[in-house]
């Protein structure tokens, strides 16, 4: 199956690069586990509606579009849970939000920890609650009985893989249809699994009549399965748009829906998720952003005939529900929002500097920031004419200030992993103000067989920037720890607390850590955000620039300890030195000396070993340095009313 795939391809690799002397570079692996799945609580609802004794009547109609609020199918349509409903696996879907069949359970674990990779085997299954296929009520005096001459269709859309892993032949995804009054399910559509090309982005469309007298009943039911290794989340099928309907023709095809189809981007430019002691709206405030909303009206590429006008709008409210000025609605047309056809996919990027979208002033977020918050910003297409679907024109999203950086969106699709013993990965951070780091969060894939993972050991470390942008000197280099896999406040990151707490001064550095293993240690890699551009690695003595779209969820946390005199540092300078280089005295200017109380000054190699620790008894004190090395340094001022302020201090001679 497709782990056997990525085995032999690995183990191919590693040969390759033996023979020819070098070492393997950097790899994305299939999860193992699901950390979102694993940190929900399932829905009560979904053990309760078994019992419910009203079928649905038809339309039947679900795409998913409720993805962004629970990872589980609708329990008001569904009557099981084991799929995963997500914004993330998918490329390009019909709307927003899919079904993931795989190899996992609906607790995000999988169902055989010891399965046969090279076997298939029943995994994932998707059932709709009861349906009444024989009869429904027209009028209060008027029941109509169904018949198979009434064109009664289930469609959908499917793709392979997407942003996850390619099914194999031996793999299935399967359509069934269930006969009330036989008790039996009978297969009825199947696909066998398949390697996608890079360019195969498409949503393939399956019709299937429901023509049967058996299935002419009340309590008809349709379920999809699939076949799968399920040992991990690997062969993966997601579906879409899935609608049950009488008097169902071909041109039903021809939909008027304009909808979402992703999750839209940050409104900060370099982060999804940012320290608010660290926002500054000059370097932070994003000049735009992209929302991806498509057209599903038919056209075709070259006349567009199919393009519509439309309005389009957010709105922001903080944490109390007050509604925070916004740019106003945006009419939608000329060229309007083109059409989709099989050749022209039709998405419109709403972003900063494109004509046919406004400028967005983004001015919510302009000022600093005194505590951690967050916004939630609502977005919504309205005014469409015709438009059919109007569940799927409104998605929400949060602007996050807490108190770590973050370039991902919270969700992984594969794992990212170097096998080198000695490797190193870093992540790219600036702090616009002075701060300390206190941890670095960490998404592990939870689920590794044989302990391989949870037996190794890695240094969380710090580099400083050298001048080509790439990670310089070693700042400060921690103690050996393992992987660990504990529920936390961001899906199941776990914290890794630095043995002290480290000052940093306003500046970028990397953050990351070196592995001491030749195991891959599978870090979560978030394929929807794309910030390679800050992930560097280093197997054979020198760093490179990560080639792999995605992010790396490495999530430094700042902040010590809140500061009583002034809530950030920036506000208010704690002390000034000179001169800076220094060579043997170095002059230290503690202004709110009295404030500080039983104030004194440390300075701290790059290691983070204290080199030198005085009291500071008078606001202008002399330090020596003499015994001191030539190189970079950070001096610390502590007292009983703060933590730490911090700055960096060169010594050369």
Not at 189 to 206: C, E, H, I, L, M
Not at 301 to 316: F, I, P, R
Not at 360 to 371: E, G, H, I
Not at 494 to 514: R, V
Request: net charge negative; glycine share 6%.
């Amino acid at each position: 199956m497709s782990m056997n795939k990525l085995k032999r391809s690995v183990l191919l690799s590693i040969m390759l690069f033996s023979f020819f002397g070098f070492i393997a570079q950097e790899q994305l692996v299939p999860l193992s586990g699901n950390a979102i799945l694993q940190n929900q609580k399932l829905d009560k609802t979904l053990a309760q509606k078994t019992t419910t004794t009203t079928s649905l009547q038809l339309p039947f109609f679900d795409d998913f579009s409720y993805a962004y609020k629970t990872p589980f199918p609708s329990a008001s349509l569904w009557a099981d849970s084991n799929v995963y409903i997500n914004t993330g696996f998918a490329i390009q879907p019909i709307s927003l939000g899919v079904a993931t069949f795989e190899g996992l359970n609906k607790l995000g674990y999988p169902y055989n920890f010891s399965a046969n990779e090279g076997m298939s085997y029943s995994a994932d299954t998707l059932t709709s609650l009861p349906i009444n296929l024989y009869s429904i009520q027209t009028s209060s005096s008027t029941t109509y009985y169904y018949q198979p001459s009434d064109s009664v269709f289930l469609t959908f859309y499917y793709q392979a893989e997407g942003f996850g892993d390619a099914p194999e032949p031996d793999d299935s995804l399967c359509l069934d249809f269930y006969m009330p009054l036989l008790n039996l399910w009978k297969k009825v559509w199947g696909k066998a699994g398949y390697n996608p090309s890079s360019s195969d982005t498409t949503f393939y469309r399956v019709r299937v009549g429901v023509t049967d007298t058996a299935y002419f009943h009340d309590g008809f039911k349709f379920r999809f399965r699939n076949q799968a290794t399920t040992s991990g989340s690997v062969d993966h099928w997601h579906i879409d748009y899935v609608t049950l309907k009488d008097q169902y023709f071909y041109d039903d095809t021809v939909l008027v829906d304009v909808t979402f189809s992703y999750m839209p981007t940050s409104f900060l430019k370099n982060y999804s998720t940012i320290p608010y002691r660290q926002y500054n709206p000059a370097t932070e405030k994003g000049t735009g952003f992209k929302n991806f909303i498509r057209n599903n009206n038919p056209g075709t590429s070259s006349s567009n005939t199919g393009a519509l006008s439309g309005q389009y709008a957010y709105t922001v409210k903080d944490e109390s529900g007050n509604t925070i000025p916004t740019d106003v609605y945006v009419t939608i047309n000329n060229p309007g929002i083109p059409s989709y056809s099989y050749l022209n996919h039709g998405y419109f990027n709403c972003t900063d500097g494109v004509a046919a979208c406004p400028v967005f002033t983004l001015y919510p977020f302009t000022s600093t920031l005194s505590v951690p918050t967050n916004f939630s910003i609502k977005h919504s297409i309205t005014n469409v004419p015709g438009d059919i679907r109007k569940e799927n024109d409104t998605l929400v999203h949060l602007q996050k200030f807490y108190d770590y950086y973050a370039y991902d969106d919270g969700s992984a699709e594969q794992a990212y992993y170097l096998n080198s013993y000695g490797a190193k990965t870093a992540m790219r951070f600036t702090l616009n103000y002075n701060d300390t780091l206190k941890s670095v969060k960490i998404y592990f894939d939870p689920i590794i067989k044989n302990g391989l993972v949870q037996g190794s050991s890695f240094r969380i470390t710090v580099w400083s920037q050298d001048g080509s942008g790439k990670p310089g000197n070693v700042i400060y280099k921690d103690s050996l720890t393992n992987p660990i896999f504990t529920s936390g406040e961001y899906n199941l990151f776990a914290n890794y607390k630095l043995t002290s707490c480290l000052p940093l001064s306003a500046g970028t550095y990397f953050i990351g850590l070196i592995q001491t293993t030749s195991q891959g240690l599978n870090i979560g890699f978030d394929r929807n955000t794309n910030h390679k551009d800050a992930l560097y690695y280093n197997v054979s003595g020198s760093w490179v620039q990560s080639s792999i779209d995605g992010s790396l969820m490495i999530n430094p946390v700042m902040g010590c300890a809140d500061l009583t005199i002034g809530i950030k540092e920036h506000q208010k300078e704690i002390f000034t030195m000179y001169p800076n280089p220094a060579n043997e005295l170095l002059n230290i200017n503690t202004p709110f000396i009295a404030e500080l109380k039983q104030a004194s000054v440390q300075i701290v190699n790059v290691l983070g070993e204290i080199v030198l620790n005085e009291e500071l008894t008078n606001q202008n004190s002399i330090i020596p340095i003499s015994n001191l090395k030539n190189g970079v340094y950070f001096v610390q001022i502590k007292g009983s009313s703060i933590n730490v302020s911090s700055q960096k201090l060169i010594i050369s001679r």
